[in-house]
């Protein structure tokens, strides 16, 4: 098991934040190094990340969510989303591809119908569909609340 410690981010490593994105392919819209909780190793060096972003109409979306490959599986994210959930209010959602949905469920997040999503959620969903016409990827895009 890889050491690590778990803390908020510093304006500092918006760069690396934005690089882990990147490298993971997550949505890079909405990167604010203020909303990030950040693993590190000793050496101070982020291996993994995660935010709350807020959306219109005190929505919240967990999101951002990224783990370095060579550092996956050893309860990095898992270590994250822990942290951000102790501060979050609730409900929150999240979008992730069908095969994360379980990696969720563990946090009590559960996949919500369309008339439940909020309408930026609906509109995200939507734009997926039609994107992979084209992509596909042979998965859904999940959207899921917690609370």
């Known amino acids: ?23 993971v392919g997550i949505n890079p819209a909405g990167l604010d190094w203020k909303r990030f909780i950040v693993a590190v190793d000793d050496e101070e060096k982020i291996m993994a990340c995660g ?28 270590a994250v989303v822990t942290e ?7 409900p929150l959602y999240l979008m992730c591809m069908e095969h994360n949905g379980t990696f969720y469920e563990r946090f009590g997040f559960r996949v919500i119908a369309e008339n439940e999503m ?9 734009l997926f569909k039609l994107a992979d016409v084209v992509m596909r990827s042979g998965e859904d895009l999940l959207i899921m609340k917690l609370g």
């Open 51 to 78: 935010q709350i972003k807020p959306h219109s109409g005190d929505i919240l979306e967990l999101a951002s969510i990224g783990t370095l490959p060579e550092f996956e599986r050893q309860g990095l994210a898992s």
């Open 118 to 126: 909020p309408k930026y959620f609906r509109r995200m969903k939507k």
């Open 1 to 23: 098991m890889v050491k690590y410690k778990i803390r908020r981010a510093a304006e500092s490593e918006s760069a690396q934040i934005k690089s882990l994105i990147h490298l």
């Open 84 to 90: 951000l959930l102790k501060t979050s209010t609730r």
